[in-house]
């Protein structure tokens, strides 16, 4: 199922600055394999060392989260939106560290 | 979801308009939607505003102008120059004035009816059940987590509506947590992100208008609660995408898990906000790298001297346009692809704004073998201090 995912602000810069990224998945897991496997940066943003999600992001398909749904086998029709949502708090830090060079 | 939150389901028998009022709120009193009932609502309630900043002013601005009989505000910072570019209840020449003296100063001149009340104090575990109680709703504009969490969980404790507002950059959320049934902040998200590092300051900055967006609309579900009418953002996260000029809507359920609001509470008492979210201690930034330094005026020194010292500037191209020290532009997160360009024979000093960034360079180049490197201790700031004043700071 073609689907978009939308990339928040905070990790575009690990997105290659993108704010949407097309993909073909079937769950929204998939979906976010693809994209963590295309953006290999984005996936210590998104996932913590024991591969789960990290809980301060949520993510929605069109207007669900996926917390209400099933999760990572959520499964996906085609034209789906996923949307990545992190908490955000003004001008001070994000979650996302900035660039550390490895 | 409609939440029709009775703030002040009865109306005291004495409150009534003064004919200066009836004139000054007359565009409401003429709205069927508002009329008298509404505008002695707004005069009855009681809004803190926890945050002076980005977000307080426009939502100062507008509650006071809508008549809101009694606004608190919480803030102890002083007012910057930086903060100008977006922060509009303050003017140039409240620069170095507590936030709150020149905020109370601009809203009642707007409106004088109306009663404001400061806390000029930071928002603790020990203070906060006391200031938020007074108040029927609370909203809250701060600019960290440990604070979004602390009023949270103070409203679910209290009983109370948190009108939610945040951004970042171009983007801005906004929501209604705390009604009864409704989800709040920790059933979105459970817990905060780790503290970060001092941000890169290429990836800091916020569009001066994009809280005006938001804290209007902080406003506006405010009103809407106090009046009772339309649809509020409880169970709802407005998500707002300035440079898209979209907006789109989450769905937000209550968590029956949420340890603040759920079916089985394990939190019933404010914690430690500061723990929780991982800061040690209050202003402890995390500890940054270690790397040589060279002083600007050591630097000067040597250029002076003829010495042959290669710059590196590892900013953004557009910090170049803003001020430049004329050095070699490799952008910090392209090091690691074009540290080919640089030779490791030569003197390198490397800078950034205020050190940081170039510090993690200065770092990156010693492990890939660099030896004569060193990080311009304070970056262009603290050339601009010490050696050259004419280089504007940013």
């Given at each position: 199922?073609?689907?978009?995912?939308?990339?928040?602000?905070?990790?575009?810069?690990?997105?290659?600055?993108?704010?949407?990224?097309?993909?073909?998945?079937?769950?929204?897991?998939?979906?976010?394999?693809?994209?963590?496997?295309?953006?290999?940066?984005?996936?210590?943003?998104?996932?913590?060392?024991?591969?789960?999600?990290?809980?301060?992001?949520?993510?929605?398909?069109?207007?669900?989260?996926?917390?209400?749904?099933?999760?990572?086998?959520?499964?996906?029709?085609?034209?789906?939106?996923?949307?990545?949502?992190?908490?955000?708090?003004?001008?001070?830090?994000?979650?996302?560290?900035?660039?550390?060079?490895? | 979801?409609?939440?029709?939150?009775?703030?002040?389901?009865?109306?005291?028998?004495?409150?009534?308009?003064?004919?200066?009022?009836?004139?000054?709120?007359?565009?409401?009193?003429?709205?069927?939607?508002?009329?008298?009932?509404?505008?002695?609502?707004?005069?009855?309630?009681?809004?803190?505003?926890?945050?002076?900043?980005?977000?307080?002013?426009?939502?100062?601005?507008?509650?006071?102008?809508?008549?809101?009989?009694?606004?608190?505000?919480?803030?102890?910072?002083?007012?910057?120059?930086?903060?100008?570019?977006?922060?509009?209840?303050?003017?140039?020449?409240?620069?170095?004035?507590?936030?709150?003296?020149?905020?109370?100063?601009?809203?009642?001149?707007?409106?004088?009816?109306?009663?404001?009340?400061?806390?000029?104090?930071?928002?603790?575990?020990?203070?906060?059940?006391?200031?938020?109680?007074?108040?029927?709703?609370?909203?809250?504009?701060?600019?960290?987590?440990?604070?979004?969490?602390?009023?949270?969980?103070?409203?679910?404790?209290?009983?109370?509506?948190?009108?939610?507002?945040?951004?970042?950059?171009?983007?801005?959320?906004?929501?209604?947590?705390?009604?009864?049934?409704?989800?709040?902040?920790?059933?979105?998200?459970?817990?905060?992100?780790?503290?970060?590092?001092?941000?890169?300051?290429?990836?800091?900055?916020?569009?001066?208008?994009?809280?005006?967006i938001i804290g209007s609309i902080q406003a506006l579900e405010t009103i809407k609660l106090i009046l009772g009418s339309g649809d509020s953002l409880a169970g709802r996260l407005l998500l707002f995408d300035a440079l898209a000029m979209r907006f789109r809507e989450l769905k937000l359920r209550r968590n029956p898990e949420c340890p603040v609001c759920g079916d089985h509470r394990t939190i019933t008492k404010l914690i430690d906000y500061e723990q929780f979210c991982?800061?040690?201690?209050?202003?402890?930034?995390?500890?940054?790298?270690?790397?040589?330094?060279?002083?600007?005026?050591?630097?000067?020194?040597?250029?002076?001297?003829?010495?042959?010292?290669?710059?590196?500037?590892?900013?953004?191209?557009?910090?170049?346009?803003?001020?430049?020290?004329?050095?070699?532009?490799?952008?910090?997160?392209?090091?690691?692809?074009?540290?080919?360009?640089?030779?490791?024979?030569?003197?390198?000093?490397?800078?950034?704004?205020?050190?940081?960034?170039?510090a993690e360079a200065v770092d990156f180049l010693r492990k890939a073998g660099f030896r004569k490197i060193w990080n311009l201790k304070g970056g262009i700031l603290a050339w601009s201090d010490q050696v050259d004043p004419s280089v504007p700071k940013y």
């Amino acid at each position: 199922m073609s689907v978009k995912i939308l990339i928040p602000t905070p990790l575009r810069p690990y997105a290659g600055k993108e704010g949407c990224v097309q993909v073909d998945a079937r769950t929204v897991g998939e979906a976010l394999d693809l994209l963590t496997g295309r953006f290999a940066e984005l996936r210590k943003h998104l996932y913590a060392d024991d591969g789960r999600l990290r809980n301060f992001v949520n993510v929605f398909v069109n207007d669900e989260d996926i917390r209400s749904l099933q999760k990572d086998n959520t499964p996906l029709k085609e034209g789906d939106i996923i949307s990545i949502i992190p908490s955000i708090a003004g001008g001070s830090s994000t979650g996302f560290q900035p660039v550390r060079l490895e | 979801m409609t939440a029709r939150s009775e703030t002040n389901p009865q109306l005291s028998s004495e409150a009534k308009l003064s004919k200066d009022e009836v004139l000054r709120y007359s565009r409401h009193l003429i709205m069927p939607e508002v009329g008298m009932d509404g505008q002695l609502k707004l005069k009855q309630a009681k809004v803190l505003l926890i945050g002076a900043g980005g977000l307080g002013a426009p939502l100062g601005l507008y509650l006071a102008a809508a008549g809101v009989g009694r606004i608190g505000l919480v803030d102890f910072d002083v007012v910057d120059f930086t903060n100008l570019q977006r922060q509009v209840t303050f003017g140039s020449s409240d620069v170095g004035r507590p936030k709150l003296e020149a905020a109370k100063e601009r809203l009642s001149n707007l409106n004088p009816e109306i009663q404001i009340d400061t806390y000029e104090t930071k928002l603790t575990s020990e203070n906060a059940l006391e200031i938020l109680r007074p108040y029927d709703i609370i909203v809250d504009g701060t600019d960290n987590f440990p604070t979004r969490y602390l009023v949270n969980d103070a409203c679910i404790l209290l009983g109370k509506p948190n009108v939610y507002g945040s951004i970042f950059r171009f983007e801005g959320q906004a929501s209604v947590f705390g009604v009864p049934g409704g989800p709040c902040y920790r059933c979105l998200f459970a817990e905060p992100p780790p503290p970060g590092l001092v941000p890169s300051c290429a990836e800091g900055g916020v569009l001066g208008v994009l809280p005006g967006i938001i804290g209007s609309i902080q406003a506006l579900e405010t009103i809407k609660l106090i009046l009772g009418s339309g649809d509020s953002l409880a169970g709802r996260l407005l998500l707002f995408d300035a440079l898209a000029m979209r907006f789109r809507e989450l769905k937000l359920r209550r968590n029956p898990e949420c340890p603040v609001c759920g079916d089985h509470r394990t939190i019933t008492k404010l914690i430690d906000y500061e723990q929780f979210c991982g800061i040690r201690g209050e202003d402890s930034p995390a500890p940054a790298v270690t790397v040589p330094e060279i002083e600007p005026r050591e630097l000067k020194a040597r250029l002076d001297r003829g010495d042959d010292v290669f710059i590196l500037d590892v900013r953004e191209p557009h910090e170049v346009q803003i001020c430049t020290l004329n050095g070699y532009l490799i952008p910090l997160g392209e090091i690691p692809r074009r540290a080919s360009e640089l030779d490791s024979a030569r003197e390198i000093v490397v800078h950034c704004r205020s050190g940081k960034r170039s510090a993690e360079a200065v770092d990156f180049l010693r492990k890939a073998g660099f030896r004569k490197i060193w990080n311009l201790k304070g970056g262009i700031l603290a050339w601009s201090d010490q050696v050259d004043p004419s280089v504007p700071k940013y």
